[in-house]
């Protein structure tokens, strides 16, 4: 079955620090994956989508399908990355969510 | 805002009352997702409709649970004679046309607490 684990329920890390984001999935197929992100009273948003190979806010995240794995990585945390981080599937034409991550940045 | 919209942000009901949520997509977006999120849980999907027409139900979506999108613009989300497990928040999403490019943008969310 599709399927996004997210092993770590909190993260924290100093500011300056790199920081990453653990993801992995379950998909029989070529995976679309995404991560999204809430920070505090304000709604979910997409962060970034493994097709584009983009950076965004200094965040990347490398598809390895060997390992089944996107983790989201950024080399210098920020106090403003302090938010709640989903990894995600795009199955079927629906979107399947882990269990999500806090990252908590600490001064 | 123009953003996805839903109503209400909170509601708090009885157990056994029935419940009606309505979410308000992005103008234009033919794409339109129902999730339930739970403490400590990423979303759960629930169903979606391309226009009107609901295109799949989740297995979570017990018979208590009806959606619609009648004219293929606003959507409502109807749970009769509620049960105290239905406390959860509610989100809705919607997206403009499919593959791989399209970007699903939330609400923020109808939370309901059955007392």
């Known amino acids: 079955a599709q399927r996004v684990t997210q092993p770590e329920k909190l993260l924290s890390v100093f500011k300056g620090a790199p920081v990453e984001l653990k993801c992995n999935y379950s998909?029989?197929?070529?995976?679309?994956l995404f991560w999204y992100v809430q920070y505090s009273r304000q709604r979910l948003q997409l962060l970034l989508r493994?097709?584009s190979r983009e950076s965004i806010k200094g965040f990347t995240a490398d598809l390895n399908k060997g390992e089944t794995s996107f983790h989201l990585k950024k080399p210098f945390a920020q106090e403003e990355d302090s938010a709640m981080y989903y990894c995600?599937?795009?199955?079927?034409?629906?979107?399947?969510f882990g269990k999500g991550t806090r990252l908590h940045i600490l001064p | 805002d123009t953003g996805v919209s839903q109503d209400p942000r909170h509601k708090i009901t009885k157990r056994g009352q029935n419940v009606t949520f309505r979410c308000d997509p992005i103008?234009?977006?033919?794409?339109l997702y129902w999730y339930r999120q739970t403490l400590g849980q990423g979303p759960e999907f629930l169903t979606y409709?391309?226009?009107?027409?609901?295109?799949?139900k989740s297995r979570l979506l017990s018979n208590r649970f009806s959606a619609e999108r009648p004219k293929g613009s606003f959507s409502t989300l109807e749970i009769q004679r509620t049960e105290q497990g239905d406390s959860a928040m509610y989100l809705c999403?919607?997206?403009?046309?499919?593959?791989?490019?399209?970007?699903?943008?939330f609400g923020q969310g109808t939370r309901l607490t059955v007392v």
């Open positions: 995600a599937l795009r199955w079927d034409d629906k979107i399947i």
């Open positions: 998909y029989s197929g070529s995976p679309e």
């Open positions: 493994h097709i």
């Open positions: 409709f391309q226009n009107e027409a609901q295109l799949e």
């Open positions: 103008s234009e977006h033919n794409r």
């Open positions: 999403a919607s997206s403009y046309g499919q593959g791989a490019k399209t970007e699903a943008f």
